[in-house]
């Protein structure tokens, strides 16, 4: 019952909403330009600083390379080609990704796991100089991870809180410019009223901390492909979801200009017998965004999934077709580097060919989103799904 | 306590969301794309259709829903008794203006003045359809006290509400209108805000079911010292309950249309607001809170003078905004017109000529095309009553 008053414990410290929040922003006539260019009543030290990171990363013809692959997970990424799960290995692929030349004309934001945040090339150049010379944002995931949730049907609920304004302090002085933190909900499973309340209001604690810490909050509530139901399912809890999510936001003074959002596409469920068009993923997706989304804010950064690296980008493209209301790209991880990887194998020789297999990947990618993207010529590796059921981080 | 936990019941009856919706609608190939709605209802069609055709392109709405006792007051300030027959006159007036319709696209109307006709016998809903304009009517039965409130106001109006509706959508009328309000000098509550949303999501749903247009209008007073900071935290506050709620409701988002309160200082702030201020705070709150389905933003004047919230809104239109941003104004049409009728029969030619002005000044204003030169000073004078009631 707790998660389920969230809302109203949270403003109801006081009978009367103008006792719980801090005295407005001050409204004298000599109110400087900067005091109502983010309008906030609490407009925090880095207000500016946010809009400005979330509309650089949100820029045309660019989207998010996300890399911020836990120590576990990256070790399965290695163990496919070969390789032993060390530091060394893990610094070597990643030095092979941020140091990839040419990167940043397609990519306008890294996500990096915390190990990587303070890592450097071999030469001895920290990473997140090498992507800020570049013109690709820093970022780092600061969630926790996934662990069942107590009174659900067997769900999941995504920690991090803990310490987080003081871990999130630190991230943004080691060069940090945005958060990732990623939440799931299941559809087989409901999902419970209590799983999609505690998601939007971890989500939120998350993005308001993040903000007064100077690093912009990508909002990700993903909602597994797992499952049989179809699109129009798909579709209705999307809904629900977002609309939790944005309620939550609000009531935690989050800055929507200062945010970016991290969504699954609306699709059928991975074993749902029917399958529909790049164009129906589209049509609903959309759909789903104009009913959720306001148009403060800047990006929509999708994320991939398990879809193949070709399925993924046909379906940005068809999102592309015509203008939206707001940026609407990419924020993906296996659907950017699983030919990459495979690439390289571990072998010093083949760097060049796989940030090659990189740079193709992420100019695909960079066109879906000007809509300008054909899948003529593109490699039967790029097109293979990458669906794991039941997939963990 | 219960208003707090309706946002928790109303999807808890099970724990699983999936045993609350309904199952989804049909899923083959030939899919619904149109609405793409889980419980697509019988009217989702022509609620879009009339939704669009309101937030038409340099049109907005005339608001002559005044209750028998308010428009008594509108007759009283012009000498006149308020009868039926002068009511029914006065509407008669605004209904039948020639090429009204090239600048209103809905009129609202009360109850009464849904069932009337010309003193020839026409039907007044059927003059506004064949002018192009939608008739509206206000379903709301007014404000009574919140129990357990600051002094505040809830909207009643809910009971029997669908039967209404269905009768309304007979007689003609297309879309709703139901104004509640929240008033920052009492608080607002918490309850206030909520009970205020809950309110608009219910009866939005029940007209979407009977085929009529909800205006979703949670109206924030503008009595109050209150500088423009505090009247858009309130408002974003508000307007994220209201949209929370409408969503749990399951209320279609392509077939309803807003009227907010522009975002101003209150009217006793020392501190007053140009328009492009007033035009940027009120575009932040929206681009903050309303999500791109939504057709169309008909703001109300709410005690501006004519040209002020005329002004107001062409600053809002000097660039393109993802929903279309008009008005659905009574006083800030109506002012002039009532004095230059007066009562008089000889007059009437000239009242709807001063209709056609202001309603063409405010067509203008949604267009971003407005300029204040060659004003009346009667247009200019403010309209604002403290305590103001319907």
Redo the contacts between chains.
Sequence with gaps: MAA??K??VS??SS????QV?KP??A???LATPQQ?AS?S?RAGPYADELVKTANAVASKGRGILAMDESNATCGKRLASIGLENTEANRQAYRELLVTTPGLGDYISGAILFEETLYQSTLAGKKFVDCLKEAGIAPGIKVDKGLVPLAGS?DESWCQGLDGLAARSAEYYKQGARFAKWRTVVS?PN?????A??EAAWGLARYAAISQENGLVPIVEPEILLDGE?????T???A??VW?EV??QL??NNVM??GILLKPSMVTPGAECK?RVTPE?VA??TL?ML???????VPGIMFLSGGQSEVEATLNLNAMNQSPN?WHVSFSYARALQNTVLKTWGGNPEKVKAAQTALLIRAKANSLAQLGKYSAEGESEEAKKGMFVANYTY
């Excluded at 139901?229 to 399912?233: A, C, K, Q, S, T």
Aim: charge should be neutral; proline fraction near 9%; charged fraction near 20%.
């Design positions: 389920l008053l809302p109203a403003l109801a009978q009367f909403m103008g929040l407005a922003a409204s004298s006539s109502y309008l009543v049907n559809i409901g999902p419970s009223r209590l999609v309340v139901h179809n699109i129009d399912r579709l209705a809890v809904e629900e609309s944005f309620y609000a009531n929507f200009e029917e129906v049509e609903y759909k104009k009913r959720r989304v306001p148009p403060a209301p």
